[in-house]
């Protein structure tokens, strides 16, 4: 049983280029999460997801950063415009439950480091 | 919007020495906190939880300590090994109980 599939596990752009993260859940999990990690910080999170639906987005930023479940294939992470700042390592996490993390646990992926030169 | 302290940010401990790592929530409706274990390069795994209905769990040389009056709650490692060097995260669960916030993190280094 796979675990959760990231890629690119590494992606490098340029300033104002487009960053494109994928996740695959764990088979069986319809629950994503996606959080951040800055450099010696902590995980930060950005947005929830279930099949064709956001949850809750309350950790995006307004602008640039969008989020995506669809029917088939798997979550999309879309950052539009890169910039230096959005150098960071993005996890994502799925889970098998009804989005309540009081009953389980969450799985995380190995995780997409992307730099912005 | 629930918000998690996590102290001390790194630590140093010589082998067969005990690790402590304290975590503070705000409010939760949803007792259940757990701590995740990161090592270089990987993502966080679930090493122990605990739901408050105990104020103590106990996992091998791994115990989480609970204490709801004062929304505290840590980590124990007895008998560090080197191999437990990682970064510690504990986390809790937000308002509706659909996510977890997460701590900054304490990286901890065990010294052979």
């Known amino acids: 049983n796979a675990g959760v599939m990231q890629n690119p596990r590494h992606l490098v752009r340029r300033r104002g280029q487009e960053a494109r993260l994928r996740c695959s859940p764990m088979?069986?999990?319809?629950?994503v999460y996606w959080y951040r990690q800055l450099p010696e910080e902590g995980l930060k999170f950005m947005v929830y997801?279930?099949?064709?639906?956001?949850?809750?987005e309350s950790g995006m930023p307004k602008e640039r950063f969008s989020a995506e479940f669809p029917k088939e294939g798997p979550s999309i992470l879309r950052i539009q415009q890169v910039v230096r700042g959005d150098s960071a390592a993005y996890f994502c996490?799925?889970?098998?439950?009804?989005?309540?993390?009081?009953?389980?646990?969450?799985?995380f992926g190995e995780g997409s480091r992307l730099t912005v030169l | 919007q629930q918000q998690v302290k996590q102290s001390p940010q790194s630590l140093i401990v010589q082998k067969g020495g005990i690790s402590i790592i304290n975590c503070a929530y705000e409010?939760?409706?949803?007792?259940?906190f757990p701590w995740y274990q990161q090592f270089p390069g990987k993502g966080p795994a679930l090493l122990i939880a605990i739901r408050p209905d105990v104020s103590e769990k106990k996992e091998g040389r791994f115990t989480i300590s609970f204490n709801k009056s004062a929304k505290q709650f840590s980590l124990h490692i007895m008998d560090s090994q080197p191999g437990d060097s990682a970064t510690y995260f504990c986390a809790a669960p937000n308002n509706a109980g659909n996510m977890l916030t997460f701590g900054g993190g304490t990286r901890l280094m065990v010294k052979p």
């Open positions: 997801l279930q099949k064709e639906n956001i949850i809750d």
């Open positions: 088979k069986g999990h319809s629950h």
């Open positions: 996490a799925s889970s098998p439950l009804a989005g309540e993390v009081d009953t389980g646990e969450l799985f």
């Open positions: 409010n939760t409706a949803f007792d259940y």
